[in-house]
């Protein structure tokens, strides 16, 4: 199979102001306080730019996520001084024209003025769907009351840009209930008539499984994109968890386009932070895009290799991608001697069915997870 990198996500920063101890960070790299080199990330993009005009005859822009920490705090210094999340944004619909951003950010509320201030202009100069906001939502990044008023200020802001708003949310079994009830709170506050309990109930028909719920109304839509967390690190083991059964995984069994950078320009194996922190990351050197591409697809198909061999079946989802990314990343790979057989257990269950709830027209989309 024909692979053509056309995603490129790179990670600006571990600088962040929440507290959240299933950070994707992995919790102890916040107190590094990295970020990117913006001349280094100008060089990648130049090399984005160089394999467009090399490999697609049609010049088709691929599209770009920038993801932290906290994306909104990304500074670094440059040729003529400091450059914020902005310029980056600049760089790339300016070097790669037609090129999509998408910004995943932790939100703000209404008296973190630096970071609203920030968002605002960044939205008045790069309209949607040039620019798109994701937001990253849960309780673990901190006290209720705060999270509710980020919340409703992140979700209001990114619903003028863009008329829709995508929340990520996790949660554990102490934090469902209070999880589900902050969001309908925040949606109510927003104008959306949630009843109460309404997204916990239906979460709680099987709290084990990644759900993706749509609420659409007055022209507006609201994506939120639940699942069950789990411990990346051991401060996070004192929560109880559920356990998200394996599903198939798209990078697994087609590969990948997508190619995932760390703050040194370094290669992750794929968007699943709470994994990556764990393994280290792959140094590009002088290595070209269309290498780092080969090189993660041709693990790939070791990887399948391997399964079909062994018949090596996953009981969760956090076990498929600590055992991947170990496979897929480790020097010793390709001699096959440190690998260990996880658990022998058939985890396949039926997708949940698109479900309808209340007048606000909730429904259940099907996505990768």
Partial sequence: MTHRADCFIFRLTTICDKKCMLCCNNYDEIKKYESA?????????????????????RNRAPSFILTGGEALLYKSRA????VNLKHVVAAITSIIPGAKVIVKTGGFRNDNRFQRTLFDSISRTFSFPTLEWRFGWNLYQDEELRSLDRLVCTATRMLNHQHSVVIDTIYDKTNLGDTCAVLEEGLRRIGVDVSPDMISQFVLKDPNTHRRLAIKIAGYTFVLDLGPSYAPNKAATVHEYYSEPSSECEAIHNGVSCLYYDMGMRLLHCNDSFV????????CG??????ELAFLNGRFEQFRRFLALTGTKFESRKERCFFCTKFVMSDATDKMFWIEKPHEAATKRAPAAAARLGAVNLKEQQGPR
């Fill in 37 to 57: 080199s913006f001349n280094l990330l100008i060089r990648k993009l130049a090399d984005v730019c160089e394999y467009i005009s090399q490999h697609d005859q």
């Fill in 79 to 82: 040729d003529n001084g400091y």
């Fill in 276 to 283: 990556d922190a764990l393994v280290p990351p792959r140094p």
């Fill in 286 to 291: 002088s290595h070209s895009i269309s290498e």
